[in-house]
């Protein structure tokens, strides 16, 4: 019976773990790290096509705080990434494995349910960038915009994005999980 009492240990704390919002849900990884935040991010980078976003965060320590007017610095992954994984000092993006696309976006504001248009987060506007592991180009949005439909500090960040790139587009909601420790690219 005593070899029982991990497993169920194991078992209360991923159900714990789970949120019981809509799809969102926080599942913890085989190092028992969080696994956090949700989207249904749909679209193209270039010509390939988004993959399901299996983690999107909230990071903690930007390298320029500033940068974003007061306003979340958010990531959205198609891979298994972890707070963790963000927390292991700035360059993280080619500790991750290749081939994982990430979308970033730096909101230059926290007020909800008011659309906050491509362009400079310092002056209330929003950057959005999209790459993928591996590969030097970071593709930046030149039309769109991110509205947050709900902004609790320092725990998640909900809303809408719709981007336009030189060669492809990204639109849907997303859910990103605080993640105190992660740090920017």
Do not use: H
């Not at 248009?117 to 769109?144: H, K, L, R, W």
């Amino acid at each position: 019976m005593t070899f029982l009492r991990p497993l169920l240990a194991a078992t209360v704390l991923s159900l714990t773990a789970c949120s019981g919002k809509g799809s969102d849900s926080v599942v913890l990884g085989d190092t028992g790290n969080a696994v956090a935040g949700t989207s249904d991010l749909s679209g193209t980078y270039g010509t390939a096509a988004i993959v399901p976003i299996q983690a999107a965060y909230w990071i903690g320590t930007p390298g320029n705080p500033g940068e974003s007017n007061g306003g979340p610095f958010l990531y959205l992954f198609g891979g298994p990434i972890t707070c963790n994984d963000l927390s292991q000092g700035a360059g993280w993006l080619t500790s991750i494995t290749p081939g994982t696309q990430v979308f970033e976006m730096i909101v230059g504001s926290t007020t909800t349910n008011t659309a906050v248009p491509v362009g400079d987060p310092g002056s209330n506007g929003v950057e959005i960038n999209n790459n993928v592991a591996g590969q030097d180009a970071e593709n930046t949005a030149n039309a769109g915009s991110v509205t947050l439909t709900t902004y609790t500090a320092d725990t998640e960040v909900d809303g809408t994005v719709d981007a336009t790139f030189d060669s492809g587009s990204a639109s849907g909601s997303f859910q990103a999980i605080y993640c105190a420790t992660g740090n920017e690219l």
